[in-house]
Nanobody, 124 residues
Framework: QVQLVESGGGSVQAGDSLRLSCAVS????????MAWFRRAPGKERDNVAA????????YYTDSVKGRFTISRDNTKNTLYLQMNSLKPEDTAVYYC?????????????????WGRGTQVTVSS
């Protein structure tokens, strides 16, 4: 059974950095696209960043471009999200997701497996 477990969330001040990790068990990451989504209170779940199976293609939502970096280590079955220059509007529960495919899907519908999320709180 495939399991995704996020870690690295926390409460920080605006301008600080956090690095989220998503450990995957139950299958290897080869030929899987992965992504980070987030859900802020009272808002829809949004795709923050996504990455192709080989790391060669990435997607970022406009609000995080230049501040967040998605990466993966397939040898460690782990997905990462480096978040710099955090803002209060980045406050949300962050989820990692996995898709059996070679593209870089943006829509949540495309993703087959999800983690339970990790809370990120940024105060001003």
């Amino acid at each position: 059974q495939v399991q995704l477990v996020e870690s690295g969330g926390g409460s920080v001040q605006a301008g600080d950095s956090l690095r989220l990790s998503c450990a995957v068990s139950g299958r290897t990451l080869s030929r899987t696209a992965m992504a980070w989504f987030r859900r802020a209170p009272g808002k829809e779940r949004d795709n923050v960043a996504a990455i192709s199976y080989d790391g060669g293609r990435t997607y970022y939502t406009d609000s995080v471009k230049g501040r967040f970096t998605i990466s993966r280590d397939n040898t460690k079955n782990t997905l990462y999200l480096q978040m710099n220059s955090l803002k209060p509007e980045d406050t949300a529960v962050y989820y990692c997701a996995l898709d059996y495919g070679s593209g870089v899907p943006v829509s949540a519908i495309a993703y087959n497996y999800w983690g339970r999320g990790t809370q990120v709180t940024v105060s001003s």
